[in-house]
């Protein structure tokens, strides 16, 4: 099969105007629990399926890998884009929360220019989910209690990689590794200063359901002056 013969037909159900909740936040919550499983989306034969598994097959077996993967996208004070997988870790008022090496090119990229773009794509439920807006750090003490919930082998990782830098071998980094369990024998283990949270603030956000014959609906959320939000449909 070639590539050009890849193709599907997105079918599963629509999105009107008056599905959406007027405050973005909450609709994405909703969109995100029905992508995880964690709440019925209208297609009752999957909802029985994920709660099955996560009654009877372990805990998180019900919930989609990587649900809450998304693209960051972020560009250089040039405007040369790159873009990358990075873990959702969080919602709130503030915005879209994830965590990071700040050295890396991405902290860097942030660093000179703070406007990005994050992407999710829920192949099973058909949709996707496109927001921009300005990324801060978070409060250092935010990323240290966070930091503290990380499995510990993540915490060692934090401090054995430069992230983005070049490696001479993969034994140097293994190496490296070693070298600070040694040190850090202990559940103890200190956030690196270089490692922490952002926070992307939303003032767009489109929600994309696939409808067939590719005539998709999309609805997208601007951010006013006063703080209201404008929702526009946006042909497909
Ligand atoms: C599923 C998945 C999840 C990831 N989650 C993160 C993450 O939460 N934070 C992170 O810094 N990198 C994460 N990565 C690695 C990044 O995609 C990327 O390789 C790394 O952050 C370096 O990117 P940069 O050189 O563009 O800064 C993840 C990769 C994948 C495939």
Same mark, same amino acid.
């Given at each position: 099969?070639?590539?050009?013969?890849?193709?599907?037909? #997105?079918?599963? *159900?629509?999105?009107?105007?008056?599905?959406?909740? %007027? +405050?973005?936040?909450?609709? =994405?919550?909703?969109?995100?629990?029905?992508?995880?499983?964690?709440?019925?989306?209208?297609?009752?034969?999957?909802?029985?399926?994920?709660?099955?598994?996560?009654?009877?097959?372990?805990?998180?077996?019900?919930?989609?890998?990587?649900?809450?993967?998304?693209?960051?996208?972020?560009?250089?004070?040039?405007?040369?884009?790159?873009?990358?997988?990075?873990?959702?870790?969080?919602?709130?008022?503030?915005?879209?929360?994830?965590?990071?090496? #700040?050295?890396? *090119?991405?902290?860097?990229?942030?660093?000179?220019? %703070? +406007?990005?773009?994050?992407? =999710?794509?829920?192949?099973?439920?058909?949709?996707?989910?496109?927001?921009?807006?300005?990324?801060?750090?978070?409060?250092?003490?935010?990323?240290?209690?966070?930091?503290?919930?990380?499995?510990?082998?993540?915490?060692?990782?934090?401090?054995?990689?430069?992230?983005?830098?070049?490696?001479?071998?993969?034994?140097?980094?293994?190496?490296?590794?070693?070298?600070?369990?040694?040190?850090?024998?202990?559940?103890?283990?200190?956030?690196?200063? #270089?490692?922490?949270?952002?926070?992307?603030?939303?003032?767009?956000?489109?929600?994309?359901?696939?409808?067939?014959?590719?005539?998709?609906?999309?609805?997208?959320?601007?951010?006013?002056?006063?703080?209201?939000?404008?929702?526009?449909?946006?042909?497909?």
């Amino acid at each position: 099969m070639s590539l050009a013969d890849l193709r599907r037909e #997105y079918s599963l *159900r629509a999105l009107r105007r008056a599905d959406l909740d %007027p +405050d973005p936040t909450t609709q =994405f919550n909703r969109w995100f629990e029905q992508a995880a499983g964690f709440r019925r989306s209208g297609n009752l034969r999957r909802f029985c399926i994920n709660l099955y598994k996560s009654l009877f097959l372990g805990a998180n077996s019900g919930v989609p890998v990587d649900v809450n993967a998304m693209t960051l996208a972020t560009a250089d004070k040039d405007g040369r884009p790159s873009a990358r997988i990075v873990l959702l870790k969080g919602v709130d008022a503030r915005g879209y929360i994830f965590f990071t090496n #700040y050295d890396s *090119r991405k902290g860097q990229e942030l660093a000179e220019n %703070p +406007d990005a773009a994050l992407v =999710f794509y829920w192949p099973s439920q058909e949709r996707q989910v496109c927001i921009a807006g300005e990324v801060t750090k978070l409060p250092e003490a935010e990323s240290e209690a966070y930091f503290k919930t990380r499995p510990r082998g993540s915490q060692i990782a934090a401090w054995a990689s430069r992230q983005s830098v070049i490696l001479p071998s993969r034994e140097a980094l293994e190496s490296e590794w070693k070298q600070l369990e040694a040190k850090y024998p202990g559940e103890n283990i200190p956030k690196p200063p #270089y490692w922490g949270g952002y926070v992307l603030a939303p003032t767009r956000i489109e929600f994309w359901q696939g409808r067939p014959s590719r005539l998709h609906d999309r609805f997208r959320y601007t951010k006013q002056a006063d703080g209201a939000w404008k929702i526009e449909r946006l042909s497909p």
